[in-house]
T-cell receptor, first 113, second 109 residues
Framework: DTEVTQTPKHLVMGMTNKKSLKCEQH?????MYWYKQKAKKPPELMFV???????INESVPSRFSPECPNSSLLNLHLHALQPEDSALYLC????????????FGPGTRLTVT | GQNIDQPTEMTATEGAIVQINCTYQ??????LFWYQQHAGEAPTFLSY????GLEEKGRFSSFLSRSKGYSYLLLKELQMKDSASYLC??????????FGTGTRLQVFP
């Protein structure tokens, strides 16, 4: 199983809403990543977890809050987002931190109204 | 600074061969990845090069020259389903993946 799953596929939220994105992998990978991708742009790294601990925060605004409840799950909690936060949010995992290729989930298409 | 350059768009004909180039200037080098991304979908891993030379995987091959800061992805026997964006990504000395802006390939019948 080389699959990373993400839910929901699409999300529309207002600027005052609170929502969460979920990511799951069952490959036994110890590193998990959140990326943000705008149209026709490459993915931009947001957060990295290694062994369930936050390893990297790429100066992401606090309205994005990551959480890693266990080695298979990664959440991204969203609160008070701005319209410019609308993007495709991709989760990825790899065997270990920066080791091996990263497997990407299908992404959540987020629209902030 | 960190810089990865790829052509923005390319077109090719079904059954043909296309080469997508990638040049990079990064702080350190710990490997280069090629990913394929169809519109609205996740990137999927294609190839990895860390030593100079050619890596072949079916219809896809990837080449690396570290001294020149250069790689290419070669796609043979093009199919319509190969229409996608192709992302070159370099792992620098911080080990983070630095992505190029991607090359959008359109395959015509």
């Amino acid at each position: 199983d080389t699959e990373v799953t993400q839910t929901p596929k699409h999300l529309v939220m207002g600027m005052t809403n609170k929502k969460s994105l979920k990511c799951e992998q069952h490959m036994g990978h110890r590193a998990m990543y959140w990326y943000k991708q705008k149209a026709k742009k490459p993915p931009e790294l947001m957060f990295v977890y290694s062994y369930e601990k936050l390893s990297i925060n790429e100066s992401v605004p606090s309205r994005f809050s990551p959480e890693c409840p266990n080695s298979s799950l990664l959440n991204l909690h969203l609160h008070a987002l701005q319209p410019e936060d609308s993007a495709l949010y991709l989760c990825a995992s790899s065997q270990d931190l920066w080791v091996g290729e990263q497997y990407f989930g299908p992404g959540t298409r987020l629209t902030v109204t | 600074g960190q810089n990865i350059d790829q052509p923005t768009e390319m077109t090719a004909t079904e059954g043909a061969i296309v080469q997508i180039n990638c040049t990079y200037q990064t702080s350190g080098f710990n490997g280069l990845f090629w990913y394929q991304q169809h519109a609205g979908e996740a990137p999927t891993f294609l190839s990895y090069n860390v030593l100079d030379g050619l890596e072949e995987k079916g219809r896809f091959s990837s080449f690396l020259s570290r001294s020149k800061g250069y790689s290419y992805l070669l796609l043979k026997e093009l199919q319509m389903k190969d229409s996608a964006s192709y992302l070159c990504a370099v792992r620098g000395n911080t080990d983070k993946l630095i992505f190029g802006t991607g090359t959008r390939l359109q395959v015509f019948p």
